[in-house]
């Protein structure tokens, strides 16, 4: 009998016919870097999802990439990385390893490399009994904190203080993070925070910074050329490497001189381990150091405006805390599982200010993306901002409401900050553990509101943060 003809619907389309963002890449990348409008490159991103669809093809000088934002597309796209998920590489980051011989941390590493470090580096950083053992650390420095506001209130006159708590933020997840890895304090939180692990905060705060305009620019013009933005991208690079090599040798000092008896943070576990080689440890662990402030503190910063522009989101979820604590003193995770909509509000900032905003995946086979044939080794990215945005994803995205995820509705595929699968982000248990137990002991002890309730304008500077950080006004409850 003769084949039964396909329906031309149900054939996938040909690639070439995927709507196309520019036409000509050359001049899509001259117009970007004129408009300088790589720090709203989401926003471009989300232009063009309203203008092209559900997906579309972007050609911006030597990068092609394909562009989708529904959540049946990225799971699509997860199920065909593979057992060695890769993403777009940062030239300029493994240019500046090479330069100064350093070997590379799980974050630029690809393959074989990359799996057999990131197994051994699970057990302690991401795993259930790893998180157990980080845990305390982390509530001292958010109790810490919150000494801290309590001190610096009782010294003005009004019951309230009124602040701008960028820098505070960034103090609090160093401290926090490097407790964590190090096992021990910077002092950031007293009166005087010492000056080098400020200088080490605006290093990576450069770092980041000149990261964006480096991403389309192959290394070797950059070098070649010199220019200022290249010589302070690697200046930044190295504070940041001698910073975490200071910290590196007092815990290997430590170390030599005998073996620590009890827990003192994720170092000295990898450390006592002994499975990965010292200089991958110190890779990773800068990595980790670097990778653990601006990522942490924004969603905090965009956390704290939310609520203080939803009082009753935020007296809701004082009343779980409350609730919580209530039921006497228990191991502190088994206190942070009992507050889903706390963990549901951090799940919501994430959705509307997603810090990483893409996932980007070169699939292993050839993958059918809105009845598109998409060939394997097409550099693919799911745009997290357009997706926490689209009314087609979320009912009144525009509206800051966590039990949206606590509803029976399918969310699966919607929740990606973290990005998915074995290669998700290995700080996301450090993270989301930090901002719980912060947000738990700053909404005990204080009410937040804001100075202004508009919208925050948003910038991607390889993070996204706020254009300009929000005044907010701390009031201790009695
Ligand atoms: C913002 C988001 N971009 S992403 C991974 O989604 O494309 C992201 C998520 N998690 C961690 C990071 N890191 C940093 O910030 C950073 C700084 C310096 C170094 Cl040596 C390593 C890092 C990493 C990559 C860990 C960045």
């Known amino acids: 009998p003769a084949p039964v003809p396909v329906p031309a619907a149900a054939r996938p389309l040909p690639y070439e016919a995927i709507p196309r963002s520019g036409r000509n890449a050359w001049l899509s990348l001259y117009r970007l870097w004129r408009s300088n409008s790589f720090q709203r490159f989401h926003l471009v991103m989300q232009r063009n999802f309203q203008r092209l669809g559900p997906i579309y093809r972007e050609t911006i000088g030597t990068y092609n990439c394909v562009n989708v934002l529904l959540p049946r597309d990225a799971a699509q796209l997860f199920q065909s990385e593979g057992i060695f998920p890769r993403r777009m590489g940062i030239e300029s980051w ?51 904190f919150v000494t801290l506001m309590h001190r610096r209130i009782s010294k003005n006159t009004r019951r309230s203080l009124t602040i701008d708590l960028y820098g505070d933020l960034f103090r609090f997840t160093l401290e926090a993070s490097s407790y964590a890895l190090y096992g021990e304090r910077l002092g950031l939180l007293e009166e005087s925070p010492n000056a080098e692990s400020q200088r080490f ?9 000149t990261t964006l305009p480096l991403l389309f620019i192959p290394p070797g013009l950059m070098r070649w050329v010199n220019t200022k933005l290249w010589r302070d991208h690697i200046e930044a690079w190295d504070t940041i490497f001698k910073h975490a090599d200071k910290c ?9 001189l005998g073996q620590p008896r009890k827990y003192s943070g994720i170092m000295a ?41 939803n009082p009753s989101v935020q007296t809701a979820i004082r009343r779980e805390i409350a609730e919580a604590e209530s039921q006497g003193p228990r191991e502190l995770s088994k206190v942070l599982n009992s507050m889903p909509l706390l963990k549901s509000a951090l799940k ?6 997603p810090v990483g905003i ?64 074995a290669r998700q982000c290995i700080g996301r248990r450090l993270a989301e553990t930090e901002m719980m137990l912060f947000l738990m002991h700053v909404l005990r002890n204080f009410r937040i509101d804001t ?3 508009a919208d925050i304008k948003t910038v991607f500077g390889f993070i996204l943060m706020p254009e300009k950080p929000p005044l907010l006004t701390f009031r201790p409850i009695d």
Not at 248 to 256: G, L, R
Not at 288 to 304: I, K, W
Not at 348 to 353: G, M, P, Q
């Open 94 to 144: 493994i240019a500046h390893r090479q330069i100064r011989n350093h070997k590379c941390g799980i974050f630029l590493l690809n393959g074989e490399e990359w799996r057999s470090d990131r197994l051994i580096l699970n057990k302690e950083v991401i795993s259930p009994a790893g998180t157990r053992k980080f845990l305390p650390f982390l509530n001292a420095v958010a109790q810490d």
């Open 201 to 209: 905060i605006s290093a990576v705060e450069t770092m980041l910074r």
């Open 248 to 256: 590196i040798q007092n815990i290997y000092q430590e170390f030599c």
């Open 269 to 309: 576990e990898l450390l006592m381990q002994a499975e990965l080689p010292l200089d991958s440890i110190k890779a990773n662990v800068t990595e980790f150091t670097a990778g653990g402030v601006d990522t942490t503190a924004m969603p905090l910063l965009f956390t704290l405006f939310e609520l203080a522009r």
């Open 348 to 353: 919501e900032t994430l959705r509307l200010y």
């Open 358 to 421: 893409t996932v980007q995946r070169y699939p292993t086979k050839d993958v059918v993306l809105q009845n598109y044939c998409v060939p394997a080794g097409t550099l693919c990215q799911v745009g997290l901002y357009a997706m926490g945005r689209s009314p087609e994803v979320f009912s009144n995205p525009e509206r800051y409401d966590p039990l949206r995820w606590l509803s029976k509705e399918d969310n699966s595929f919607k929740a990606l900050a973290f990005g998915f699968g």
């Open 451 to 453: 100075v202004s309730k």
